[in-house]
């Protein structure tokens, strides 16, 4: 769901070569979603080990990080915490979502629908405690430093960027962006290549910079979070009824300030939520400024965890581990230069 105003941002392409170097705070859970969303069977099954337990974020964490670090980057990947309670509506819809794409997933397994099965089962995708712990414990062993957020991990990932700790923010979402951190990218995590009917299309990383958003649009920080709200964050879903981003900018732009902006509208009968809570949040989000440290690539934890745990190819995943060390080989010598 998230904050839905990329039609409205300006964005460039970037290249890997442009970002090498560079620290990226990735946003986890969005991460995770998007493997185990993308990386299934054409039925729509995801991968599985021997005893049926799903490993599709594994393979998805391992396989695209191993890329990305071969590209030179650096990477944080952050947790969620506990969920705000304004997030309950938002957890209902989803919970709705999922109950419909069941539904027709299960009416395409009985007409035999290969293509709709594929297309379903993604909106069935689920994150448990499990995955949680396994993905943080196989990050942690590639050399990769891993934080729980006390509250929204994106929002903790934008204060990394904010404490110049990280580059950027690796997210689909925009809610970095909103509480002031200073660069997004997104489609860093997403496959390179997306298959469409017309064949392949290559997918570049996109860089989004606060201060640009803000210049570009004419406003300033709280008047994008006024903004944000209006048009529906996760903590207010659907925004005010019959406002979308152009409508919410030139709102913005003429009331100017938070107060005059939802004032109106309260005024009209059109709020059912506490626009003060939901700015609060994005004003003085629940973060931790916590040092980050990486931890050292562990080779054999590596193996245990995909191999003899979850049956990976003993010999894809050496082959990935050599690239690994030859990574840490060649940033060693820079160090020492």
């Known amino acids: 769901m998230g904050l839905q105003i990329g039609d409205i941002v300006p964005r460039k392409e970037v290249s890997f070569p442009e970002l090498k170097g560079k620290v990226i705070a990735v946003d986890a859970l969005n991460a995770i979603y998007q493997f185990l969303s993308s990386i299934r069977q054409p039925d729509g099954t995801p991968l599985m080990d021997s005893k049926k337990r799903i490993t599709s974020h594994l393979s998805g964490l391992f396989y695209r990080n191993i890329a990305l670090l071969s590209e030179g980057l650096k990477l944080i990947y952050v947790f969620d915490g506990e969920y705000h309670p304004l997030k309950g509506k938002t957890h209902e819809l989803r919970q709705g979502a999922k109950d419909i794409a069941r539904e027709k997933y299960e009416r395409a397994i ?25 993905s943080k414990e196989l990050l942690e062993a590639m050399g990769i430093a891993v934080v729980q957020a006390p509250g929204e991990g994106e929002m903790q990932c934008a204060e990394l960027v904010k404490s110049g700790q990280a580059f950027a923010v690796g997210s689909q979402d925009y809610d970095a962006i909103a509480v002031g951190g200073k660069r997004l990218i997104q489609n860093l995590t997403l496959s390179r290549k997306r298959k469409t009917r017309t ?7 996109e860089l989004i910079e606060y201060e640009k958003v803000l210049n570009s649009l004419g406003i300033d920080g709280d008047q994008l979070i006024s903004l944000a709200i209006l048009v529906g964050t996760d903590f207010n879903p659907g925004g005010v009824k019959g406002i979308g981003p152009k409508k919410a900018l030139a709102l913005v732009k003429d009331k100017k300030y938070p107060v005059k902006i939802f004032g109106e509208l309260e005024e009209q009968g059109r709020l059912d939520f506490n626009w003060r809570d939901v700015f609060e949040i994005f004003k003085k989000p629940n973060v931790t400024k916590e040092k980050i440290h990486f931890p050292k690539l562990d080779g054999e934890r590596i193996k245990e965890i995909l191999v003899k745990r979850h049956d990976f190819s003993d010999e894809r995943v050496q082959n990935q581990l050599d690239k690994l060390n030859e990574i840490k080989e060649q940033s060693k010598q820079k160090t020492l230069f």
């Open 199 to 205: 064949g392949y299309i290559y997918i570049a990383p």
């Open 110 to 134: 009985e007409e035999e629908d290969i293509e709709s099965m594929g297309k379903y089962a993604r909106g069935l995708t689920r994150v448990d405690e499990v995955m949680i712990s396994e």
